[in-house]
T-cell receptor, first 113, second 109 residues
Framework: EAQVTQNPRYLITVTGKKLTVTCSQN?????MSWYRQDPGLGLRQIYY???????DKGDVPEGYKVSRKEKRNFPLILESPSPNQTSLYFC????????????FGPGTRLTVT | SQKIEQNSEALNIQEGKTATLTCNYT??????LQWYRQDPGRGPVFLLL?????KEKRKERLKVTFDTTLKQSLFHITASQPADSATYLC????????FGKGTRLHILP
């Protein structure tokens, strides 16, 4: 089954404790992206990757890091999480950056206390 | 800066009627526009894509129009059903992808 998986689905952590949210897709997609979704603000892009070893900032990259060492994986790293990073995070993948639909993962609900 | 607006945060429609959702944008010239459906606690699911040179696209009970002069897209669900209740997101595509905040649609039985 074609899918995007994320882990963990739920995470409660404390300020400053480094964490990684994993994302994996099994569709051989070139394009992958991370979004955060907050009430009243909608979906905002954090980082995206057009292919292996190619990443770029989205609209809200501050406080996040990403890497793309393999085509299927695109982890999101929070080196020093802060409470304003409490949010619902979605990973998405697509055949390419433009003109194709994005497939979204199930989401990771992160709470930073 | 680019701005994308979807009409009303919530929309109530009687079952069987046509639901029409609006997506307006400014300061952007998208090459295409997409519509997604999102259920509570789940990731968005792609519904339709329409390109800038297309006026209308249909898929079963769904219809999307795209007017680049008005900078507006309309999303229609005909013969609406309670199962159509969800949040619907529009997304503009081009140099970057921008999502609207969504419209919560409630189909009343």
């Amino acid at each position: 089954e074609a899918q995007v998986t994320q882990n963990p689905r739920y995470l409660i952590t404390v300020t400053g404790k480094k964490l990684t949210v994993t994302c994996s897709q099994n569709m051989n997609h070139e394009y992958m992206s991370w979004y955060r979704q907050d009430p009243g603000l909608g979906l905002r892009q954090i980082y995206y990757s057009m292919n292996v070893e190619v990443t770029d900032k989205g609209d809200v990259p501050e406080g996040y890091k990403v890497s793309r060492k393999e085509k299927r994986n695109f982890p999101l790293i929070l080196e020093s999480p802060s409470p304003n990073q409490t949010s619902l995070y979605f990973c998405a993948s697509s055949l390419s950056r433009t003109l194709y639909e994005q497939y979204f993962g199930p989401g990771t609900r992160l709470t930073v206390t | 800066s680019q701005k994308i607006e979807q009409n009303s945060e919530a929309l109530n429609i009687q079952e069987g009627k046509t639901a029409t959702l609006t997506c307006n944008y400014t300061n952007y010239s998208p090459a295409y526009l997409q519509w997604y459906r999102q259920d509570p606690g789940r990731g968005p699911v792609f519904l339709l894509l329409i390109r800038e040179n297309e006026k209308e696209k249909r898929k079963e009970r769904l219809k999307v129009t795209f007017d680049t002069t008005l900078k507006q897209s309309l999303f229609h669900i005909t013969a609406s059903q309670p199962a159509d209740s969800a949040t619907y997101l529009c997304a503009l595509g081009g140099d970057k992808i921008i999502f609207g905040k969504g419209t919560r649609l409630h189909i009343l039985p």
